[in-house]
């Protein structure tokens, strides 16, 4: 068992030679190498590049350096130069990088 330190977030990671239609909910951390269809729910979520997912996020910090396509919810949200976004997102803090691919409609959450 790995030791956590105090306010570090345990973190599940989805390798790139997965494929995963479905609902995922995590009470930590989530990295995405891999392919998801479907909605993901969990405390922080980092889609790398080799990311791929369609569906909807809930989580408190979301970094997206893969390709998304769909709606996000999030406290803050970070696109990297890689990343890919289609859909819809809403923040309360957000940073884009020079390079990435946004499409979405980009909007401050309702409080």
């Known amino acids: 068992m790995a030791n956590k330190t105090d306010g570090e977030v345990e973190k599940s990671i989805i390798s790139s030679d997965m494929k995963i ?35 909807n996020i809930e989580a408190e910090l979301v970094s ?25 997102v809403s923040y309360d803090n957000i940073s884009i990088e020079e390079g990435a691919k946004v499409e979405a ?3 401050k959450k309702k409080q």
């Open 105 to 107: 409609q980009l909007g």
């Open 21 to 55: 239609k479905g609902k995922i909910t995590a009470s930590g951390g989530l990295v995405l190498l891999g392919n998801v269809v479907g909605d993901i729910k969990c405390n922080s979520l980092s889609i790398e590049e080799s990311g791929v997912l369609k569906g």
């Open 64 to 88: 997206i350096a893969g390709k998304f396509d769909g709606q996000v919810l999030s406290e803050v949200v970070s696109i990297r130069s890689t990343g890919s976004v289609n859909g819809e």
